[in-house]
């Protein structure tokens, strides 16, 4: 675990906290033991239970919020809005960077450098593998990576963990299966490694032009995780407890017949999951092109709107504990 060059202490003028992640960036799961993710999804719990109780609350009172998205977005940049306001916050955003001074040429140095003058935090999607990294070593207010290109989205993998959590009890012992676009998704890399933390077998099942990269592979090997990879989703479904679908990444493609030949490889309909446990769940990231049938949406199991607000509680964790306040 190599945090040095991405994570640091920022100890602000007079201020004077004590939280383990006080200051500090997110930039991969990489950066996180079993005993942070405790206390993470401890902290997403009272979160949840404030939410419930008072709706809106004045923890982060005063502080700002940038949210810089190089990227589209609708859930990322949204939830962190919702979770920031939620806590009495307010935010910055910057969703069409071509109209900001990026297309005048700024460079991400600049820009981070400059919105940290204005907020307490910045909440980064860049199209480059490394870009929330290399924001993290010129700023010195946290950065937080809300998706770096093919790299990482550690938000999105912390909220994927609590969800399993939350639907299903445990992590421990489970069968997870990642279907769909493995080489390009963001949130499975992510999402694999955190896995690896616990005692899980994971099955990958991707067109072979999409396998996980073999970087990642080598990493759960050498976690001991047991993996195997598929063209086929049928044979592993009644084993699975977890089935992680992801959309085809279209816009990494650099040819469109490339994408149009796998953008349907896999379709999970009611028929697909007929062999499945009746306590498992559905899980996608979201946003869903065709790789879930709406008939599915119907299906208790289906979970992929209930994980969309497990993830405002777990941003508002991670948001209430970089600014010192959890
Ligand atoms: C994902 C992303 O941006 O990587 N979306 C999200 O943040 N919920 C998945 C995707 O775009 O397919």
């Known amino acids: 675990m190599n945090l040095e060059s991405t994570t640091r202490t920022h100890l602000p003028f007079g201020d004077k906290h004590d939280s383990p992640f006080y200051g500090r960036d997110i930039v991969s799961v990489r950066q996180f ?32 919020l940038a949210n810089l998205f190089y990227e589209p977005s609708t859930r990322t940049s949204s939830s962190f809005t ?38 307490d935090v910045i909440v980064l999607r860049h199209p480059d593998v490394g870009a929330s990294a290399e924001a993290a070593r010129y700023a010195s207010k946290p950065i937080i990576n809300a998706g770096d290109g093919v790299g990482e989205h550690p938000t999105q993998a912390l909220l994927d963990l609590f969800t399993i959590q939350e639907e299903l009890d445990a992590v421990n012992g489970l069968t ?3 279907v769909g676009d493995l080489k390009y998704g963001r949130t499975v890399h992510s999402l694999s490694r955190l896995l690896s933390k616990f005692d899980v077998a994971l099955n990958l099942v991707s067109p072979e032009i999409l396998r996980m990269p073999a970087e990642i592979l080598e990493e759960l090997a050498e976690s001991g995780t047991p993996f195997s990879e598929h063209d086929a989703l049928d044979p592993v479904i009644p084993a699975t407890d977890v089935l992680y679908v992801t959309r085809v990444q279209k816009e990494r493609f650099e040819k469109e017949a490339a994408y149009e030949a796998v953008k349907d490889a896999f379709v999970v309909t009611p028929a697909t ?3 499945a446990k009746k306590l498992m ?17 119907a299906d208790p199991r289906a ?14 964790a991670l948001l209430a504990m970089v600014l010192g306040k959890a």
Do not use: C, W
């Open 33 to 64: 033991d079993e005993d942070d993710l405790d206390y993470i999804f401890e902290v997403a719990h009272e979160m949840q239970a404030m939410v419930a109780r008072v709706g809106t609350f004045d923890l982060l009172k005063g502080k700002l």
């Open 82 to 119: 919702a979770a920031m306001e939620r806590l009495g916050g307010s935010v910055i955003p910057i969703n069409e960077v071509r109209y900001s001074s990026v297309s005048k040429g700024e460079s991400l140095p600049d820009t981070v450098r400059t919105l940290e003058r204005y907020a």
């Open 176 to 178: 997870v299966t990642m």
């Open 273 to 275: 999951l007929e062999a």
């Open 281 to 297: 769940i559905v899980m996608h990231p979201l946003p869903r092109v065709n790789e879930i049938s709406m008939e599915v949406d």
């Open 303 to 316: 979970a992929y709107f209930r994980q969309m607000e497990y993830g405002m509680y777990v941003r508002m």
